[in-house]
């Protein structure tokens, strides 16, 4: 079992570019999370899916983000355009009908 | 928001001691989790309880729950330097959505 795989695992850009985050969740899951971690605000959820469908958004950090799913095995995260502030750990998790999330590796955000 | 607050923030022990971290919450809950997270990677699942449970064992983890103080707290016996890690609780407030919430984390270092 691959476990969840995310990329880039490292991401450097400058303000203003675009990032897009990648996400495959393990085969058979039906629940996919995004989170961000960083030092001063912890580990926050930013959207999930259910089904491929987005459940609940709230934690999305304003419109530049967005996030899509358009089949069980893939996911992205978009962030347009990038600014300092979003430089965080970026992570993907998935579960099979809730209770336990597993943890993709994550991706290191650096905006310039 | 963050509904897990562990305490404390950090902890440094000997090898072979015991490791207790708290976790408190606000809202009721179905079930509370504490997770692993070692220096750079994505978070690991460790253990589960259910809200009707008051204490569960894995291996050198014992796992208490007192849904009257909305506490729990997590034991680690006989300490080793491989347990050098942060461990977050997360719980989940029932519902069909599976969604968790994260508190801040305890960071423990086990010195060799």
């Known amino acids: 079992d691959a476990g969840v795989i995310q990329s880039p695992r490292h991401e450097v850009t400058e303000m203003g570019q675009e990032v897009t985050l990648r996400c495959k969740p393990i085969?058979?899951?039906?629940?996919l999370f995004w989170y961000r971690q960083t030092m001063m605000r912890g580990l926050e959820l930013l959207i999930y899916f259910n089904n491929n469908v987005p459940i609940d958004d709230s934690g999305m950090p304003e419109d530049r983000f967005s996030a899509k799913m358009p089949n069980a095995s893939f996911s992205t995260l978009k962030i347009q355009p990038s600014e300092p502030r979003d430089s965080a750990v970026y992570f993907c998790?998935?579960?099979?009908?809730?209770?336990?999330?597993?943890f993709g590796p994550g991706t290191r955000l650096l905006v310039l | 928001s963050q509904q897990g607050e562990e305490d404390p923030q950090a902890l440094s022990i000997q090898e072979g001691e015991n490791a207790t971290m708290n976790c408190s919450y606000k809202?009721?809950?179905?079930?509370l989790q504490w997770y692993r997270q070692n220096s750079g990677r994505g978070l690991v699942h460790l253990i589960l309880i259910r809200s009707n449970e008051r204490e569960k064992h894995s291996g050198r983890l014992r796992v208490t729950l007192d849904t009257s103080k909305k506490s729990s707290s997590l034991l680690i016996t006989a300490s080793r330097a491989a347990d050098t890690a942060s461990y977050f609780c997360a719980t989940d407030s029932g519902g069909s959505n599976y969604k968790l919430t994260f508190g801040k984390g305890t960071l423990l270092t086990v010195n060799p």
């Open positions: 809202t009721s809950i179905n079930n």
């Open positions: 998790a998935s579960s099979f009908r809730g209770e336990t999330q597993y």
């Open positions: 085969s058979g899951h039906n629940s």
